[in-house]
Structures are given as C-alpha cells and as structure tokens.
C-alpha cells in the first residue's frame, strides 16, 4: 500500500493519529520536500516518528518515482507531504503512476493552506481561485495569475495567492552546464509579492487592483508564531513578516462586514484602513 500521509503546516506534532500510526509500522517513509516545508528539520521529524524518513526532492518525485513505489504492492510505503497530500498536482500523477503498477493508495487528509487561510477571519466560500506568483527575473515576469485574479475580482471573491519557494534549483549557468550545483533555497515574502503585483497591474493597466487595494499578509499559519498583516498592497511592501512560509489574500469586494470587523485587528494602520474601506469596499457586499 503508498500511504500519502499528509503533515499539516507548522512542526512535527500538527500529523494525525492515523498517519503517525502509518509511519510507525510502513516499510519506508519518504518526505516530499519541494513543495513546500515545515517549520522543523527531518532529524526533528526521525525523533518525532522514530524513524528515519528518506528526502524525496522534485527529480526523485517527477523522474525516479519507482524507487518509492517499489514493493509497495507487497509492504507499506509513506510518503509525506506538507498540508494536505492533494494540494499539488504531482501527487496525482504519483498515485496514477501506482494505479497502473496495481499499488493500492490511501490517503491521509491534514489541514493545508486551502482550509488554514481561514484564520485570517475571511470566510472560507468567498474565495474564488487560488493563483501562485513567481519569484519574476529581468527577463521573466508571468501575469497569469493577473487574468485569474480579475476574474474572481469580477465576482467580488477573495483571491489566495501562494507565494514561490526555491529548494534545491539550478542556476541557467550550471543547468545549461549540466553542474548539479544548487542555489540556496529562497522563500518570497509578502512584501515581493505586493511589489511584484503591483509592478503587473502598472503593465497591464485593467484596474483589477492597484496599489490602494486591500490584503492581508500571512506568515508561518498554524504555527505558534503565525503573523497576520492587514493592509494596502503598497502598504504591505514594507512589511516584514519574518521567517517563512509567506501567502498573501486580496480582498474582493463583497467583503462581509464581520470579515472587516475580524481583520481590522491586523492593519498596519487603522485610519488608513477604515478610508480604504469606506472608499472602494463599504456597501458592495
């Protein structure tokens, strides 16, 4: 049996009883470590578990699946994933891959970003798409998510944006050299994504948002040192968040007043905020 064991989003105790019993007794235990992480390392998951977990990084995952996929038709093989198991499209393509090898799969639901987001007092069925920005570079600066935002903006929805992170990554240099050397890891912050978003609306110039527009800023959610900042995007340039992992939320207009209420609690400035409010958000529910 492959056992997709999802990890919640903070430390070592956020598993469930169920998964941990699973990782106690399968055969292998293998940590997705790429599309996102926890807030310990794998040597403080191992004194967790007691056991010792095997790092599974984007090329083992997307390329060598079979290493983890072997003999699981007859033993148990975890597979450890960071919030919730389905929360990205390459662990479909693992449990087809053991589908057609005639591997049993489970699954194993923990809280993700998806469902934690909710902290931030927003209402969880106002929210339309969910969108990612990407760490831009010089000659690189992708706008998609643009046309998904407007388009939950159009229906007055929240939007969730998941921000890049980049663990074991090649520079074009040593890609094109064929050097399996890595770059350090590096995890955006609230504040690129608010620069990087603004720097798109003044290209694209549609007036899905701008830089008055409210979000809220969230680091490290469903851990002890969770942060929330409320604010406009411009505002939001200059904050720091602190360590990662980093989302940011833009707010549609059909805000709910008890929403506001909730979030108020997080601005950077009240007195900006409750203009910002009374300007492009009040009575549009």
């Known amino acids: 049996m492959l056992y997709l064991v999802g990890l919640g989003l903070a430390d070592e105790t956020d598993i469930t009883v169920k998964g941990l019993n699973i990782v106690k007794t399968a055969a292998r235990v293998y940590l997705e470590a790429y599309t996102s992480i926890l807030l310990v390392n794998r040597e403080t998951l191992e004194a967790y578990y ?11 995952v997307e390329s ?14 975890a597979f450890l994933v960071v919030g919730d198991p389905f929360g990205a499209t390459t662990h479909t393509d693992l449990v087809l891959r053991a589908r057609e090898l005639n591997i049993p799969v489970r699954n194993i639901p923990n809280a993700s970003i998806m469902s934690a987001i909710g902290s931030t007092g927003l209402q969880l069925y106002n929210f339309g798409q969910t969108v990612s920005m990407v760490f831009f570079t010089d000659s690189w600066k992708p706008s998609s998510f643009y046309d998904r935002i407007k388009e939950n903006r159009d ?8 921000l890049d992170i980049k663990i074991k990554e090649q520079s074009l240099e040593n890609l094109a050299r064929g050097k399996k ?3 350090p890891p590096r995890y955006m912050t609230v504040s690129q994504c608010a620069e ?3 720097e798109i609306e003044g290209q694209r110039a549609e007036g899905v948002y701008g830089p008055d527009s ?6 490290r959610i469903g851990a002890e040192t969770q942060r929330m900042k409320v604010g406009s995007l411009q505002q939001l340039t200059g904050v720091d968040m602190g360590s990662p992992l980093h989302s940011l939320v833009l ?14 609690e997080f601005a950077v400035d ?10 492009d958000y009040a009575g549009k529910q």
């Open 155 to 162: 229906i007055g929805l929240h939007t969730l944006v998941l």
């Open 181 to 183: 050397i890595f770059e």
């Open 214 to 219: 409210l979000a809220i800023g969230v680091a």
């Open 196 to 198: 990087q978003m603004i």
């Open 50 to 60: 007691g056991r010792s977990v095997i790092i599974a990084d984007r090329e083992m």
């Open 64 to 77: 060598s699946s079979d290493q983890i996929l072997a003999e699981a038709d007859t033993s148990d093989v």
């Open 270 to 279: 009240a007195d900006v905020f409750d203009s910002i409010w009374k300007r």
């Open 251 to 264: 707010l549609g207009k059909r805000t709910h007043d008890l929403e506001r209420d909730f979030i108020r």
